[in-house]
């Protein structure tokens, strides 16, 4: 209610003055309308493409349009190259790594912001210490790691070192935080222990955190490329992007048509959770980035 | 706040922690068994290979120290001083350097210009504005790649195919040394200023409007509040994104891997390229972490020199 009050009249004083100038307004809604053609155009290429026989592409001048429209390269993609499998690999890593974040760094996140114990400011410092480490610095001694348990070329292999990370904890303390002490203080009183005050008064109030969290992880982890390339060596281990990766530059290197096939199987599930929580996505990174 | 008397402070005259029982074993365990299953993950997984890289970096561990890591060499600085004297690492890093400092300025740039049109010169539409030009940045750099490198085709390619249209026989941009790297640079840009641009209109979003009024009646027009009222109020957010697509593209590895394997003639080999050949195709892993490390190295710096300079803006 406040929030809507104090935001009003912003509002209404910049929307009188964009009336004033909106005689000036069409070139940039030119302008704007000519970028987002160029940031979809490729995307619309890769689509097209997918539904290409591989005899269009010789065909000179290039089509822009497929000729005949086709599903052939889907279902190559799908009985030939075992894309179910690569899309059953990425989905069930990317699940389970997003579960993980979700449970275990609103836990640390908790603890950090609300409770006091001696290590606390130890754990605080290497978790910010280690929010901005490149991934291609644990590739090699996670490898060895994984080499040893003989987990390369397993699940595990491909989840554990990601099922927890810094940005959670970071994004959930910093919510958490902001949960006033009275609301847990009364909890207290009522006899309630921590894990029930977690439970029952935190999570609850910091799911929109929590959803922004899930997201980003999901899309994270599918599109995650270095790691499950060094750990995933054998083909049935392959993820989407490891598999497309290796195929474009493999044997299949001017097989236009399945390879925007594959591109469409990687992209589109992104763009439909995309288009779905938008919002979450982008206000997420917007709030968190800006508090960085 | 209505009984500041009540609110501890410790010795320093600092606010003391919310919580009402003092420091004893068992707030000890009751946090440790919140942070517990993070930190063992976090540690095993991620603090220890840090150092474990470190380590790694002095030896000559390869393919053969695999099973019995703790047997391997140890060479001491002489991966370092290889380093130094490698051409091929010097020029990866030339090349991290070059798409770094011609891509991150383009970046913010263009999303600075789109998040302006966004906020201050459109009223309509704001939102499928703002998903279109998101859209690539959640999608997955490998499929990109895949798509880009198939856009760029010389024969069979849409942009030379448009190119084609008005006469000029376009170049094989992949396989031309100049070209290669402005190629990715431009895919780069592309997927990423919808990151940017998100970032900052949620800043401007934070820009009293009042600001803009009174700069408008003292006579500014579209230019001028831009410069005096957007930019200077937009430095932090400015500075934090110059900060993180820095520390991103300081890391490029997947848009050569796909589209070039670091060709032609190593125009487009990055840093992390060169990590990953050394590591994964000679197995020469001690190398290799050395690699990394002087990578982390230059990562730390970027990321001291944000923490300081957002100490003195704030």
Same mark, same amino acid.
């Given at each position: 209610?406040?929030?809507?009050?104090?935001?009003?009249?912003?509002?209404?004083?910049?929307?009188?003055?964009?009336?004033?100038?909106?005689?000036?307004?069409?070139?940039?809604? #030119?302008?704007?309308?000519? %970028? $987002?053609? =160029?940031?979809?155009?490729?995307? /619309?290429?890769?689509? +097209? !493409?997918?539904?290409? &026989?591989?005899?269009?592409?010789?065909?000179?001048?290039?089509?822009?349009?497929?000729?005949?429209?086709?599903?052939?390269?889907?279902?190559?993609?799908?009985?030939?190259?075992?894309?179910?499998?690569?899309?059953?690999?990425?989905?069930?890593?990317?699940?389970?790594?997003?579960?993980?974040?979700?449970?275990?760094?609103?836990?640390?996140?908790?603890?950090?912001?609300?409770?006091?114990?001696?290590?606390?400011?130890?754990?605080?410092?290497?978790?910010?210490?280690? #929010?901005?480490?490149?991934? %291609? $610095?644990? =590739?090699?001694?996670?490898?060895? /790691?994984?080499?040893? +348990? !003989?987990?390369?070329? &397993?699940?595990?292999?491909?989840?554990?070192?990601?099922?927890?990370?810094?940005?959670?904890?970071?994004?959930?303390?910093?919510?958490?935080?902001?949960?006033?002490?009275?609301?847990?203080?009364?909890?207290?009183?009522?006899?309630?222990?921590?894990?029930?005050?977690?439970?029952?008064?935190?999570?609850?109030?910091?799911?929109?955190?929590?959803?922004?969290?899930?997201?980003?992880?999901?899309?994270?982890?599918?599109?995650?490329?270095?790691?499950?390339?060094?750990?995933?060596?054998?083909?049935?281990?392959?993820? =989407?992007?490891?598999?497309?990766?290796?195929?474009?530059?493999?044997?299949?290197?001017?097989?236009?048509?399945?390879?925007?096939?594959?591109?469409?199987?990687?992209?589109?599930?992104?763009?439909?959770?995309?288009?779905?929580?938008?919002?979450?996505?982008?206000?997420?990174?917007?709030?968190?980035?800006?508090?960085? | 706040?209505?009984?500041?008397?009540?609110?501890?402070?410790?010795?320093?005259?600092?606010?003391?922690?919310?919580?009402?029982?003092?420091?004893?074993?068992?707030?000890?365990?009751?946090?440790?068994?919140?942070?517990?299953?993070?930190?063992?993950?976090?540690?095993?997984?991620?603090?220890?290979?840090?150092?474990?890289?470190?380590?790694?970096?002095?030896?000559?561990?390869?393919?053969?120290?695999?099973?019995?890591?703790?047997?391997?060499?140890?060479?001491?600085?002489?991966?370092?001083?290889?380093?130094?004297?490698?051409?091929?690492?010097?020029?990866?890093?030339?090349?991290?350097?070059?798409?770094?400092?011609?891509?991150?300025?383009?970046?913010?740039?263009?999303?600075?210009?789109?998040?302006?049109?966004?906020?201050?010169?459109?009223?309509?539409?704001?939102?499928?504005?703002?998903?279109?030009?998101?859209?690539?940045?959640?999608?997955?750099?490998?499929?990109?790649?895949?798509?880009?490198?198939?856009?760029?085709?010389?024969?069979?390619?849409?942009?030379?195919?448009?190119?084609?249209?008005?006469?000029?026989?376009?170049?094989?941009?992949?396989?031309?040394?100049?070209?290669?790297?402005?190629?990715?640079?431009?895919?780069?840009?592309?997927?990423?200023?919808?990151?940017?641009?998100?970032?900052?209109?949620?800043?401007?979003?934070?820009?009293?409007?009042?600001?803009?009024?009174?700069?408008?009646?003292?006579?500014?027009?579209?230019?001028?509040?831009?410069?005096?009222?957007?930019?200077?109020?937009?430095?932090?957010?400015?500075?934090?994104?110059?900060?993180?697509?820095?520390?991103?593209?300081?890391?490029?590895?997947?848009?050569?891997?796909?589209?070039?394997?670091?060709?032609?003639?190593?125009?487009?080999?990055?840093?992390?390229?060169?990590?990953?050949?050394?590591?994964?195709?000679?197995?020469?892993?001690?190398?290799?972490?050395?690699?990394?490390?002087?990578?982390?190295?230059?990562?730390?710096?970027?990321?001291?020199?944000?923490?300081?300079?957002?100490?003195?803006?704030?």
């Amino acid at each position: 209610m406040t929030a809507t009050q104090a935001r009003s009249p912003a509002i209404t004083i910049s929307g009188v003055a964009a009336g004033t100038r909106r005689t000036g307004s069409w070139w940039i809604y #030119l302008l704007l309308i000519v %970028g $987002i053609l =160029l940031m979809v155009g490729p995307f /619309l290429w890769m689509l +097209l !493409g997918s539904l290409k &026989t591989q005899g269009e592409f010789l065909v000179s001048p290039p089509t822009f349009l497929p000729n005949a429209p086709t599903t052939g390269n889907y279902e190559r993609l799908f009985n030939e190259l075992d894309f179910p499998r690569f899309f059953f690999n990425s989905s069930l890593v990317a699940i389970i790594v997003t579960v993980g974040n979700v449970l275990f760094c609103p836990m640390l996140g908790f603890a950090l912001a609300k409770l006091q114990w001696r290590g606390k400011r130890l754990i605080m410092g290497l978790v910010l210490a280690t #929010l901005m480490v490149p991934a %291609g $610095i644990t =590739l090699i001694p996670n490898f060895v /790691l994984m080499a040893n +348990l !003989g987990l390369v070329n &397993t699940y595990p292999g491909l989840i554990l070192p990601f099922l927890v990370g810094p940005f959670g904890v970071f994004l959930t303390r910093q919510f958490m935080y902001g949960i006033p002490d009275e609301l847990l203080e009364a909890a207290r009183i009522d006899g309630a222990n921590e894990w029930r005050i977690f439970w029952q008064v935190v999570i609850p109030l910091t799911i929109p955190v929590l959803a922004t969290l899930g997201i980003l992880t999901f899309l994270g982890s599918w599109n995650n490329f270095i790691y499950p390339l060094v750990m995933a060596q054998e083909p049935e281990m392959y993820t =989407l992007p490891v598999a497309l990766a290796t195929f474009a530059t493999g044997d299949h290197q001017s097989d236009h048509g399945m390879l925007m096939a594959g591109s469409v199987v990687l992209v589109v599930p992104v763009l439909i959770i995309f288009i779905l929580f938008q919002r979450w996505i982008t206000e997420g990174i917007a709030t968190t980035g800006l508090k960085g | 706040m209505t009984a500041p008397a009540l609110v501890r402070r410790d010795v320093a005259g600092r606010k003391a922690g919310p919580v009402a029982p003092r420091h004893g074993w068992r707030q000890d365990l009751i946090g440790w068994s919140f942070a517990a299953p993070f930190v063992i993950l976090f540690g095993i997984f991620l603090a220890l290979p840090i150092l474990a890289s470190f380590v790694l970096s002095f030896t000559s561990f390869g393919l053969r120290d695999l099973e019995n890591p703790i047997g391997s060499t140890v060479v001491g600085v002489q991966n370092y001083v290889d380093l130094i004297a490698d051409p091929k690492f010097w020029k990866s890093l030339g090349n991290t350097v070059y798409f770094v400092v011609v891509g991150v300025p383009l970046t913010l740039a263009l999303g600075l210009v789109i998040a302006n049109a966004l906020s201050r010169g459109i009223t309509r539409f704001r939102t499928a504005f703002r998903v279109g030009y998101y859209l690539p940045v959640i999608t997955s750099i490998v499929a990109i790649a895949v798509v880009w490198r198939f856009l760029l085709n010389p024969d069979v390619g849409l942009i030379n195919m448009l190119i084609q249209s008005v006469g000029i026989n376009g170049p094989n941009w992949l396989a031309d040394p100049t070209l290669a790297m402005p190629s990715i640079i431009t895919m780069a840009i592309w997927r990423n200023l919808g990151f940017a641009m998100v970032v900052f209109i949620a800043g401007m979003q934070a820009i009293p409007a009042v600001l803009y009024e009174a700069a408008s009646i003292d006579g500014a027009g579209r230019w001028q509040s831009f410069r005096y009222v957007t930019l200077p109020m937009l430095r932090p957010a400015i500075l934090f994104m110059l900060v993180i697509t820095t520390i991103g593209y300081l890391q490029l590895f997947e848009e050569p891997f796909v589209m070039t394997d670091g060709g032609p003639l190593d125009a487009t080999l990055s840093v992390t390229m060169y990590m990953y050949q050394q590591g994964f195709e000679f197995f020469h892993q001690g190398y290799a972490s050395a690699i990394a490390y002087v990578l982390f190295v230059i990562v730390a710096i970027v990321a001291f020199l944000q923490f300081k300079f957002l100490r003195e803006e704030t």
